[in-house]
């Protein structure tokens, strides 16, 4: 049995990844691309072979049909909600791409929607079905490195000018953009919540791209059992990608650490020893949606569901006003009880078949 998916927004993202990805999936096919640009979607229809596009004012009929069981939403930030809770309310599963929303009232909506539809909402962590990441968790848990203290990262690279990530009213920027993975990776390695964020921002004169968003945000995360997390996260950078837990018995770095493109090396050090394991290249967006759609088959709630997306953007929102405000914000969040697993990680081939425009 396959399950049928509804791609809302037809961006880069989709393009890239999302469309070629479920394509190396098993379980998983698109039925449906809803988008503003019917001239781009019947090709990208074409290419994928898929049946049905329609625009945005078509979504609530679409939503109807019962040849779409999920939908995967793509859009700027600031439509998560709105998108999310009306195929929710329509009995829709959804799949919907980070931040979750962005603020806490909408994700909270969200959340209770789903609930009250009886349908899964997942956030789209692909990292939490990716083996490199996991495997790091296992490491951790199996006390490879004693207990971590330290985490630190830089996710950084050159953001192109014309572009929704880089305007206000979406609630773009680096920090919401990249700088989520590097909260959600914190925060499964502590496997705590943070309790409090400072931060610094930084936004040059000279650069048009940032005229309404920073080009660099440094933040500082303390969790309750005294670990500390730093990261920069940069739209105005070289491209660099790596994460490092430093703990009290030794140290792992990640490099690459988070995009798609390329495969999660890991290096372990400890005791004098240096231990390296090169990850295979797989399609992370493969991996997330055979993970999701066998969560639906299976009629088993995700692990990265909307109460995890939310713990993010409670994180997001302390980082964002501390930046602001040069003060110390409190961050309140219950524990997660479920943290990425072995048994969610997905083994799915990469493919070259892309059409992005």
Same mark, same amino acid.
């Given at each position: 049995?396959?399950? *049928? ?21 098993? *379980? ?114 199996? *006390? ?61 004169? %000279? ?38 837990v430093v703990g009290t018995a030794g140290d792992l770095e990640l490099d690459p650490g988070f995009r798609f493109e390329t495969a999660t090396k890991l290096r372990l050090r400890r005791d004098g @020893? ?32 909307? @109460? @995890?997306g939310l713990a993010d953007l409670r994180a997001l929102v302390a980082i964002e006003t501390a930046a602001l405000t040069g003060q110390p914000q409190t961050i309140t969040s219950h524990p997660r ?5 072995? %048994? ?14």
């Open positions: 049995m396959l399950i *049928n998916y509804a791609v809302v927004g037809a961006g880069r993202i989709s393009q890239q990844a999302f469309l070629p990805g479920v394509g190396q999936s098993t *379980n998983s096919k698109v039925t449906a691309i809803v988008t503003g640009d019917r001239d781009k979607a019947a090709r990208l229809a074409e290419f994928h072979g898929v049946g049905q596009i329609v625009g945005y004012d078509g979504y609530d009929a679409l939503l109807k049909r019962s040849d779409v069981d999920a939908v995967y939403i793509a859009l700027p930030n600031h439509l998560h909600a709105d998108y999310a809770v009306r195929a929710a309310r329509a009995g829709k599963h959804v799949l919907v791409e980070k931040p979750l929303a962005t603020n806490e009232q909408d994700g909270l909506a969200m959340i209770a929607a789903a609930r009250e539809a009886g349908v899964f909402l997942m956030t789209a962590y692909r990292l939490h079905n990716e083996p490199g990441t996991v495997v790091v968790l296992e490491h951790i848990r199996n *006390n490879a490195i004693g207990r971590p203290l330290f985490f630190q990262s830089v996710l950084s690279f050159q953001a192109p000018p014309e572009n929704h990530r880089l305007k206000a009213a979406s609630w773009g920027g680096p920090l919401q953009d990249v700088g989520v993975y590097c909260v959600n990776a914190a925060r499964h390695i502590f496997a705590e919540e943070p309790i409090e964020a400072m931060a610094m921002a930084h936004r040059p004169n %000279d650069d048009p791209r940032f005229g309404e968003v920073e080009a660099s945000v440094a933040a500082l995360l303390r969790f309750p059992s005294g670990g500390l997390a730093q990261f920069v996260a940069s739209f105005g950078a070289a491209a660099v990608d790596n994460y490092r @020893e240096v231990r390296e394991t090169q990850f295979a290249q797989i399609d992370h967006f493969g991996a997330q949606v055979e993970y999701f759609s066998d969560c639906i088959k299976a009629g088993t709630p995700p692990e990265a569901d909307g @109460e @995890e009880a479920r943290h990425p697993t072995l %048994d969610m990680v997905r083994v799915t081939p990469v493919t070259d078949r892309r059409l992005v425009f």
